[in-house]
């Protein structure tokens, strides 16, 4: 039996195109653990997504499949809760609402009127909408729309949270706060988190893993980054640690040697044939003090 709590099972998938078969992703394989938060992270193309969408039911893997605590994921369901990049607010709802719906589908049969009432106002709190259960999408900012999309996934209780370029469409001081907020959500809850990202400092300080994908077609897992940094994590002290600098020169090296490299199968780049990805221990620790 499969010990992990979430194991993506020598996955890949083909689609049919009008220039024949397309190859995206081929033998990919990630085992995550309850409560850890992973990045993805890669070139555009590398078939980020297209993990994401298998790993939430919305596509169906060619060869292979998902297991979650040892359950074949087949289609979506509520505990793989999913917030793109784009909210995908219902727009005439209001901020209470939004999320209200989410918890009268889930809970409806299991919950009192009253519990969900309450239930939906504890998710707003959490990510720090509460003043805004009145106002609609378009009468708040970007950032905030985030955060009820947001609450809107964790009013489900997902069992893994997953999470397509969050905070992509958002300005660098609103991205700064999303990422603070999400650290101290996961820290309270101590749930699973799977997270695209284009933003190398972003995978580094949320990440407990970064898996690297590369470049596609037929994208596979090149490396995985264990990122040992003690939490809770601060963005301000971390820009001038050793250890973190280390870890993002980890993934820049990658992506750039995928970039220009992209002909090279990920198991040679460095000269070596390697049959599985590399997962790279720790190998800077935090100095004492």
């Keep these: 039996m499969n010990s992990s709590y979430l194991s993506v099972e020598n996955v890949s998938i083909t689609f049919d195109t009008d220039s024949g078969p397309l190859n995206v992703l081929d033998d990919v394989s990630l085992k995550v653990e309850r409560g850890e938060f992973i990045s993805l992270i890669g070139h555009s193309g590398c ?14 893997a060619s060869i292979g499949g998902v297991l979650l605590e040892n359950r074949e994921v087949t289609e979506p369901g509520p505990d793989r809760a ?4 784009n909210h995908s607010l219902l727009p005439w709802l209001s901020v209470y609402d939004n999320v209200r719906l989410a918890v009268d589908q889930v809970f409806g049969r299991s919950k009192s009127r009253q519990e969900r009432h309450q239930w939906t106002l504890h998710n707003l709190e959490l990510v720090h909408m ?3 259960i009145g106002q609609r999408p378009d009468q ?11 609450a809107r996934a964790l009013a489900m209780q997902p069992k893994v949270l997953l ?6 469409a958002l300005d660098s001081l ?5 990422q603070d907020s999400l650290m101290e959500i996961q820290a309270r809850l101590n749930n699973t988190v799977i997270m695209i990202t284009h933003d190398v400092d972003e995978a580094v300080l949320l990440s407990d893993r970064i898996v690297m994908m590369s470049n596609g077609p037929s994208a596979r897992i090149g ?3 264990a990122v040992d940094l003690p939490r ?9 640690d050793p250890a973190y600098n280390h870890y993002r020169a980890e993934v820049l090296r990658f992506l750039h040697e995928r970039h220009a490299r992209p002909d090279v199968p990920t198991s040679n780049v460095g000269g070596d044939d390697q049959v599985e990805p590399e997962e790279r221990p720790t190998r800077l620790k935090l100095a004492a003090g």
Excluded: C, W, Y
């Design 47 to 60: 078939g980020k997504s297209t993990v994401l969408n298998i790993v939430a039911g919305l596509l169906q």
């Design 82 to 85: 999913v917030v793109f990049q």
């Design 130 to 132: 509460g003043h805004a």
């Design 140 to 150: 708040i900012s970007g950032g905030m729309k985030q955060r009820v999309g947001i």
């Design 163 to 168: 999470m397509d370029e969050p905070f992509g």
């Design 174 to 178: 609103t991205r700064t706060h999303m």
């Design 223 to 225: 490396e995985i980054l």
């Design 232 to 240: 809770p994590r601060d963005r301000l002290p971390l820009a001038d």
